[in-house]
């Protein structure tokens, strides 16, 4: 993987972690009731749900490839289709994320832990976006497990400093992800983003 195919692939995997989507409402949920601290094993259980996504699409793949290359380059395609259509519902969208304060309670660091791991483990949307993600990035005529690793230990690092980002502005972050008009603000300009990566992944050549 040469390094300019690995700095597209890590804009795309920023472009994701930032975009605000289940794993960050948990976090930010988790960190304004117990506090940045204490909400860390919270975002080291998403990291634990999202590894076990990245085998899962990165077994699958592997076995697509020394299956049928052509399927392969479908599966390329598709996947920029798909992350032009996340752009366009994204952009679209005019809800707003809402986070509740609840109470502070006593959840055990391993009850944090198992509850994030299932919001990764249990959202088909992670796994459709992995397979519509890795192929623009995995060259089928070299070995595919250094690839994998790669790509799977670059997503994970990256979602933990942005978990941690999120973690650490949640309060201020609440006022504007309930306000519609920021909302709808930041919805386009992810959209946009979105729509931008599909048009480029689907230009990438490993």
Known sequence: MSI??????FLAVVILSVSPGAGAVN?????????????IPAIFGLQAG???????????????????VTAFT???WAGAAYLVYLG????????TVEI?????????AWKMFNQAALVNLTNPKALVFLVALFPQFI????????????????LVGVDILVMFGYASLASSLRQLLSS??????????????????????ASVKS
Not at 4 to 9: A, G, M, P
Not at 180 to 192: C, D, P
């Open 4 to 9: 300019e195919v690995w700095l597209s692939y």
């Open 27 to 39: 976090t930010m949920s988790t960190s304004i009731r117990v506090g940045v601290r204490r909400s």
């Open 50 to 68: 999202l590894a076990l996504d990245i085998l899962l699409v990165g077994f699958g793949l592997g076995a697509l490839v020394a299956s049928s």
């Open 74 to 76: 479908v599966l390329k």
């Open 88 to 95: 366009y519902r994204k952009w679209t969208d005019q809800g």
């Open 100 to 108: 509740s304060r609840g109470q502070a309670g006593e959840a055990s």
């Open 139 to 154: 060259d089928p005529a070299r070995p595919q497990l250094m690839q994998f690793f790669i790509l799977g230990l670059t």
């Open 180 to 201: 519609r008009r920021h909302m709808r603000i930041q919805n386009r300009i992810f959209g946009g983003l979105f729509v931008g990566a599909g048009a480029l992944l």
